[in-house]
Nanobody, 127 residues
């Protein structure tokens, strides 16, 4: 059974930074492409970052590019999301997700392409 557990969320002032972590168990971590999504009240879940199994390929939407950075530690079975220059528009529940892939440089963007999800963690940015 694959389990994903997020940590590191909380309340931060606008302009501040946060680092989210996601610990993965139950499957060989290096076989998983990883992603971070967020969902604000009344809005659809949207991707904010994705990384390939190898960690060499990444994706960011324009809304977070140059502010968010995804990384992974394959020896530690964890993926991270560094967020900076946060604005109130970044307030949402953030989810870690994992996708089984056969290619080391593939990442996934769509939520429907992911096989496993964490429970989500709240990030609140105050103005």
């Amino acid at each position: 059974q694959v389990q994903l557990v997020e940590s590191g969320g909380g309340l931060v002032q606008a302009g501040g930074s946060l680092r989210l972590s996601c610990s993965v168990s139950g499957r060989t971590f290096s076989t998983l492409a990883m992603g971070w999504f967020r969902q604000a009240p009344g809005r659809d879940r949207e991707p904010v970052a994705a990384v390939s199994r190898s960690g060499t390929a990444t994706y960011y939407p324009e809304s977070v590019k140059d502010r968010f950075s995804i990384s992974r530690d394959n020896s530690g079975n964890a993926v991270f999301l560094n967020m900076s220059s946060l604005t109130p528009e970044d307030t949402a529940v953030y989810y870690c997700a994992a996708a089984v892939t056969s290619h080391s440089v593939d990442y996934r963007i769509s939520a429907g392409q992911y096989d496993y999800w964490g429970q989500g963690i709240q990030v609140t940015v105050s103005s």
